[in-house]
C-alpha cells in the first residue's frame, strides 16, 4: 500500500481525479481515500495545515493502512533565489526551523533522542529525477524547512536559510519525516512554489494555491508510475 499525503484539500483533489477511488473512511476527523491507481493500492488523505495535523495523519497512514511508504505532495514557500512561483522542488531532508532548545545548547531544530534533519528516500528520489528529466521538466532538489508559522517576512525567511540551508518553507514535511524516521518507512517530499515567503506572499498563496497545487500533483501521478510496491 502507497501512502499519499497532502495538507489542503486543494493540494489533494487534483491527485484524486487520476485515482479510482473505491471506498471513503472516516476517522479521526480526516477522510480516507482507499484507491486503485494501475493496479497499486493507494491510500491518500489531507491532514490539514500545520506539523501536528500531518503528524496524525501520517502515523494513521502507516498504523491503520499499512502504508510501506508515504510521498507528500503540494506546495511551498521558495527560499532559493532560482524557485519561480509553478518551479518543482524535492526534498534531500526535511527539518522543523520552529523547534528551539538553544537555551539548553542545542543546535537550532534539535530535539533530544531525534534529530535536527529527516532524510528522504533516496530510491524515490532517483525516480523523480528519471521521471523529470524524460520529460524535461526543470525539479530543483534541497532541504525543506517545516514549521507552523506561514512566513511571509525576508527577515525569518532569510534567518531560516542562513541556519539550516533550506531551499523552500512549508508547514508539515518535517512532520512527515519525523513520522515516516519514527517509524522507518521510506518519505519523499514534492511541493511546488505558490510565493516567496516573503512580504506580500499571503497575497501570491492565495493566487497560485491551485495552479501550484496542479504542478505537484501532476508530477506525483507520473511519478507514481514508476514506483513500485507489494
Ligand atoms: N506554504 C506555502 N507557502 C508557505 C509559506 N510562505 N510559509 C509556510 N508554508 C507555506
Not at 10 to 27: G, Q, S
Request: glycine share 6%; proline share 2%.
Amino acid at each position: 500500500m502507497i501512502g499519499i499525503l497532502c495538507a489542503m484539500r486543494e493540494e489533494l483533489e487534483p491527485i484524486l481525479k487520476f485515482m479510482n477511488v473505491k471506498e471513503k473512511i472516516n476517522h479521526a476527523n480526516n477522510i480516507f481515500y482507499l484507491a486503485e491507481f494501475q493496479n497499486k493500492d493507494i491510500v491518500l488523505a489531507y491532514s490539514k495545515i500545520g506539523k501536528v495535523n500531518a503528524a496524525l495523519t501520517a502515523t494513521i497512514m502507516i498504523e491503520k493502512f499499512g502504508v510501506e511508504m508515504l510521498l507528500f505532495s503540494g506546495v511551498a514557500g521558495g527560499v532559493d533565489e532560482d524557485l519561480k512561483i509553478g518551479d518543482l522542488i524535492i526534498a534531500t531532508k526535511t527539518t522543523q526551523h520552529d523547534v528551539d532548545l538553544t537555551v539548553f545548547g542545542y543546535e537550532p531544530g534539535f530535539i533530544p533522542e531525534s534529530r535536527v534533519f529527516f532524510e528522504c528516500d533516496e530510491k524515490l528520489n532517483t525516480i523523480a529525477r528519471n521521471v523529470a528529466r524524460k520529460l524535461g521538466i526543470r525539479l530543483k532538489e534541497g532541504i525543506i524547512a517545516s514549521g507552523d508559522q506561514f512566513v511571509h517576512s525576508k527577515e525569518r525567511k532569510e534567518w531560516i536559510k542562513k541556519t539550516f540551508k533550506a531551499s523552500a518553507i512549508e508547514m508539515e514535511g518535517a512532520a512527515v519525516g519525523c513520522v515516516c524516521w519514527n517509524e522507518n518507512i521510506p518519505f519523499f517530499m514534492l511541493r511546488s512554489i505558490s510565493d516567496t515567503a516573503e512580504e506580500g506572499a499571503g497575497v501570491d498563496f492565495d493566487e497560485f494555491l491551485e495552479e501550484s497545487s496542479r504542478v505537484s500533483a501532476k508530477f506525483l501521478v507520473e511519478m507514481l508510475q514508476e514506483v513500485k510496491s507489494d
